[in-house]
């Protein structure tokens, strides 16, 4: 019996002593030399799962860069040097990957470095809690590479040049096959692009679009300040008329008890008479900072890129006509084109300038005391809410939490019940808000309208591909698809009741918020602008569909054909009758 324990203690030590000799080895220079590059492919491996590229495309997307990868590593004896000079590459990795994991598919877009510089950090904290999986994924890749970087260059660890030469040999074969991959891939597939198509130059190429961009929003009060709709009113000066857009955040009108969803979540909007809902309504972009903007000027998806830096908010058109304008945000400054539109009103107010986080109900005693306190006849008001943005369940009073239970909000399919519930708690929110903002409106016993619109939707593990959240760089229905409402005040009625005739009427057909909401709003005050178009305004007999765009990552109107929407997302606009083109 004890020559068995033994044994068995000699047997142990044994296999203590390979597992330590297997440490030992996996910390030398040698091994770096071959693991850190396929350590930077990772990424590379997942998007050949996630696109839809050619089979050429995706093969030259591991094989190309993992030559250079190698190359790069054999440059230099001081194996830690180089690892820590990659940082950078280790970053855009990092980045790719919990994109992939938070999307499912697409490379890191334009729109979503914009985002990482437009987005609080309080929304960025709620965000990342909840990606618990996939930073600690990246954590375990890359920390490690890194760490034995400084390892190296503190001891003056050196790699073998047996290892150095091999790993160029690997690396020239590497980017051969890359090479030729990437001709076979423009022989065979036309529309391949290397710039759109090859990772990590194409993250790369669209972090300098980003750093442009920003550039661009920079330099905004410099090249619009020329720039005039050239205005004119047409009504009497001595009628009283209030007119108040509610811009919603993240809500989808597919949550909406008013446009057919099952549960109760507009208890208070669905009594309301006077009410007009436009259920065939899309939004031509799926993130804020570029759907806003163009719900506040004559700006859509076909001159956004072109135009947004250079043009000006329908603020100005109302304050070059007298009005008293507002821009009452319940969200952050972020030194975007939102800012800057929204700071050309005669008034603006942001509720979270001092840091704390505020309901949106509170825009709503805002504009009551703007309205009471107003010494023009005429007001214009823009209420920016923040709606249905997650973390959802933060978004409202804990006593209104109507749909329970709402409390675990971590990014899962498992928690997707619960997440929805909490979502319609803030759509049932939203509900009391908007509806307040009529109340106070109809008290006036005045001509008055509200119109509401949110920026884009949201997705909620809705299909097989469980996308979560927004923003994403391919849409989907769900992130496009978004509540169009109006409410006018008997008055209102009285005084114009044909453009309230025309609004009905046309309340069955395909809109689109970014190209049809500047107009109407122009046609429902009376206002003459050469920006104006009929055929584009709700409230005119001569309205027409627009046709469905999307303004994708690099600003290009593409059909919504091009813009990536899957089968799933056809499906879902041919149940509720909204034309793909």
Not at 123 to 137: D, M, Q, R, W, Y
Not at 528 to 557: C, G, I, V
Request: proline share 4%; hydrophobic share 40%; with cysteine.
């Amino acid at each position: 019996m004890q020559t068995n324990n033994t044994q068995h203690d000699i047997s142990g030590k044994k296999t203590r002593s390979r597992f330590m000799a297997v440490l030992r080895r996996m910390t030398w220079p040698a091994v770096m030399v071959y693991l850190f590059p396929l350590l930077l492919i990772v990424p590379n491996i997942g998007l050949s799962i996630t696109e839809y590229n050619s089979v050429w495309a995706k093969l030259c997307n591991i094989f190309l860069p993992a030559g250079v990868y190698f190359l790069l590593v054999s440059l230099s004896r001081r194996i830690g040097r180089t690892i820590l000079l990659m940082i950078p590459l280790m970053i855009l990795a990092a980045f790719q990957i919990v994109l992939l994991y938070l999307y499912g598919e697409s490379i890191i877009a334009i729109d979503m470095y914009m985002n990482v510089v437009t987005t609080n950090a309080g929304e960025v904290s709620e965000l990342l809690g909840n990606l618990k999986i996939a930073i600690a994924t990246v954590l375990v890749l890359y920390l490690p590479p890194i760490a034995i970087g400084v390892l190296f260059c503190v001891r003056h660890r050196h790699a073998p040049l047996a290892a150095l030469q091999r790993a160029r040999r690997i690396g020239i074969g590497a980017v051969i096959c890359g090479v030729v991959l990437m001709c076979v891939a423009y022989a065979f597939a036309p529309r391949y692009n290397i710039r759109r198509e090859f990772f990590p130059y194409n993250v790369i190429e669209n972090l300098v679009t980003a750093i442009r961009r920003g550039v661009e929003s920079y330099n905004y009060h410099r090249t619009s300040a020329t720039f005039s709709y050239h205005v004119t009113p047409t009504r009497d000066k001595d009628l009283r008329e209030v007119y108040v857009v509610v811009i919603g955040e993240t809500s989808r009108a597919d949550n909406w008890e008013i446009f057919g969803y099952g549960r109760p979540t507009n208890p208070l909007l669905s009594k309301r008479t006077n009410l007009i809902v436009f259920p065939r309504t899309l939004s031509e972009i799926n993130t804020t900072h570029k759907s806003v903007p163009m719900l506040l000027s004559h700006l859509n998806s076909e001159n956004f890129g072109e135009e947004v830096a250079s043009s000006r908010s329908i603020f100005s058109a109302f304050n070059d006509c007298g009005y008293q304008t507002a821009f009452i945000s319940n969200q952050r400054r972020n030194h975007s084109y939102i800012d800057y539109y929204g700071e050309e009103a005669r008034t603006v107010e942001f509720l979270t300038d001092g840091g704390q986080n505020v309901m949106d109900v509170e825009l709503v005693d805002h504009m009551n005391h703007l309205i009471e306190t107003s010494p023009s006849n005429k007001i214009f008001i823009v209420l920016h809410t923040y709606g249905s943005h997650f973390e959802y369940r933060k978004r409202y009073p804990a006593s209104m939490a109507h749909f329970t239970p709402e409390k675990n909000t971590e990014a899962s399919r498992m928690n997707r019940q619960q997440l929805i519930n909490a979502y319609d708690n803030t759509i049932r929110y939203t509900d009391m808000v908007v509806d307040s903002v009529i109340a106070s409106l109809d008290r006036l016993d005045i001509p008055a309208a509200m119109v509401y619109v949110s920026d884009h939707g949201e997705d909620l593990f809705d299909d097989s591909r469980n996308r979560f959240l927004h923003s994403s760089p391919v849409p989907t229905y769900w992130q496009i698809h978004v509540p169009f409402v109006m409410w006018m005040s008997d008055e209102y009625s009285e005084h114009f009741p044909d453009i309230v005739r025309n609004l009905k009427a046309n309340s069955g057909y395909d809109i689109s918020s970014s190209q049809n909401l500047f107009h109407t709003l122009i046609d429902m005050t009376g206002l003459r602008t050469p920006y104006h178009s009929e055929s584009s305004s709700l409230a005119s007999p001569q309205f027409q569909e627009p046709s469905r765009r999307y303004l994708n990552d690099y600003n290009e109107s593409v059909s919504l054909e091009e813009s990536g929407l899957r089968e799933q997302d056809i499906r879902e606009l041919k149940r509720n009758s909204i034309s793909l083109h």
